[in-house]
């Protein structure tokens, strides 16, 4: 069986051509049968539909995907990862690379894709950290992280429903925020 695999870490990735809905339309029009989806960053190991897919995974399989770095982002978890593939019996497809197998010209060239991959996300995370460097020298208020949020009318809301005249979730609603919110400002 042809197994497919999409994954995005960003929002951006969904408008550079990088978009599940892309990645899956490839997959099928190269013949995947089954695909399995994830929307979370290559550098983390455990991603939920990745972990099924391995688990159905049986030799003379396929595990198909778009571009190398959408199975890992770290040299040596994809290195491993694809090695560990091969070694079981399942053929892995990179759609703009070809099938990989074990001779040391496929081994090479994966190791340069993913060498290239890490090296990528390494550079985001430096960009990051040093725009937030200069955020602190630069904006004596700037704090990390997701800003407070000021609900206007909040204290009367949490009146009306201490009196009972609306439920969370109403009160909720009419604030336009999620109950994990109203529970998170009702404790801060």
């Given at each position: 069986?042809?197994?497919?695999?999409?994954?995005?870490?960003?929002?951006?990735?969904?408008?550079?051509?990088?978009s599940?809905?892309?990645?899956?339309g490839?997959?099928?029009?190269?013949?995947a049968?089954?695909?399995?989806?994830?929307?979370?960053?290559?550098?983390?190991?455990?991603?939920?539909?990745?972990?099924?897919?391995?688990?159905?995974?049986?030799?003379?399989?396929t595990?198909?995907?778009?571009?190398?770095?959408?199975?890992?982002?770290?040299?040596?978890?994809?290195?491993?990862?694809?090695?560990?593939l091969?070694?079981?019996?399942?053929?892995?497809?990179?759609?703009?690379?070809?099938?990989?197998?074990?001779?040391?010209?496929?081994?090479?060239?994966?190791?340069?894709?993913?060498?290239?991959?890490?090296?990528?996300?390494?550079?985001?995370?430096?960009?990051?950290?040093e725009?937030?460097?200069?955020?602190?020298?630069?904006?004596?208020?700037y704090k990390?992280?997701?800003?407070?949020?000021?609900?206007?009318?909040?204290?009367?809301?949490?009146?009306?429903?201490?009196?009972?005249?609306?439920?969370?979730?109403?009160?909720?609603?009419?604030?336009?925020?999620?109950?994990?919110?109203?529970?998170?400002?009702?404790?801060?």
């Open positions: 069986m042809i197994y497919g695999y999409a994954r995005v870490s960003t929002k951006g990735q969904a408008r550079n051509g990088n599940l809905e892309a990645q899956q490839a997959l099928k029009a190269n013949g049968e089954k695909i399995f989806a994830d929307s979370f960053t290559g550098t983390k190991i455990s991603r939920p539909e990745l972990d099924k897919l391995l688990a159905l995974l049986q030799p003379g399989d595990l198909m995907v778009t571009k190398l770095d959408r199975i890992a982002r770290s040299l040596a978890q994809g290195s491993t990862l694809v090695t560990d091969i070694s079981k019996g399942i053929k892995v497809n990179i759609l703009n690379i070809g099938i990989m197998d074990n001779t040391p010209s496929s081994k090479l060239i994966r190791n340069i894709f993913f060498s290239f991959a890490e090296f990528e996300r390494d550079m985001i995370v430096e960009r990051t950290q725009g937030k460097a200069v955020a602190r020298e630069t904006k004596p208020n990390e992280g997701r800003h407070k949020v000021q609900i206007k009318n909040f204290e009367n809301y949490k009146k009306r429903v201490q009196r009972g005249e609306l439920t969370v979730t109403q009160a909720a609603k009419e604030l336009g925020i999620s109950r994990r919110t109203w529970y998170n400002l009702k404790t801060a």
